[in-house]
């Protein structure tokens, strides 16, 4: 067979009759798209928006939300505990550390402030850097009227990602400045729509 032969066959089955199998497979595996949901704002995205996401959806956080393809329990640690104390308490769930180790492809999603979704979000950010895995962060500040200590931890916690990667910011009070007075629902509504369009 000579070249201009194997090229007119090349075009006419595709490459992929030149991948074995089990590179096939591979491929396709790498491809997949794990989104994990953490604390409440992850988790409601995801629970509410299943049909609408591609990828295999994880939650993570200590309500169960059985729309999901994953749930992950954490301990509830929200008794007499200042934050520092909390952070401490808070690690990465033995089964998503798998996950972590054995996939590729996240988007890690949360609405920075709450005390379970943001310091998991940080730590699992930070674990995947180590391990040199593909990533995207997804994450809202909260609204001002949240409170100063809410506000001050979240964009605290933001500084803290920026070294590990630039994340996929929504600001809760823009939707305010740009859409004007409304419900708290119907602005969380808005947030759901940009996160999904983040998410892709």
Not at 62 to 72: G, K, Q
Not at 79 to 107: G, H, R
């Amino acid at each position: 067979m000579n070249r201009k032969e194997a090229l007119k066959i090349f075009a006419t089955i595709g490459i992929s009759a030149f991948i074995p199998f089990g590179f096939s497979s591979f491929f396709k595996e790498n491809k997949t798209k794990y989104i994990v949901g953490f604390g409440g704002v992850g988790a409601n995205l995801l629970s509410e928006n299943i049909d609408v996401l591609k990828g295999e959806t994880i939650v993570v956080n200590n309500t169960l939300y059985d729309n999901t393809s994953l749930f992950i329990e954490t301990p509830n640690y929200r008794q007499e505990l200042s934050m520092q104390d909390f952070a401490s308490k808070i690690t990465l769930p033995k089964q998503l550390k798998k996950l972590f180790l054995d996939k590729n492809n996240f988007v890690l999603i949360a609405g920075l402030g709450g005390a379970t979704g943001t310091h998991l979000l940080y730590k699992s950010a930070k674990f995947l850097k180590e391990k040199n895995k593909d990533f995207t962060i997804i994450c809202s500040l909260p609204f001002t009227f949240e409170g100063k200590r809410r506000n001050v931890f979240a964009r605290n916690i933001f500084k803290d990602l920026q070294e590990i990667q630039k994340p996929k910011l929504i600001e809760l009070d823009n939707i305010y400045l740009q859409k004007g007075d409304m419900t708290i629902v119907k602005a969380f509504k808005i947030v759901d729509k940009q996160i999904l369009s983040l998410v892709g």
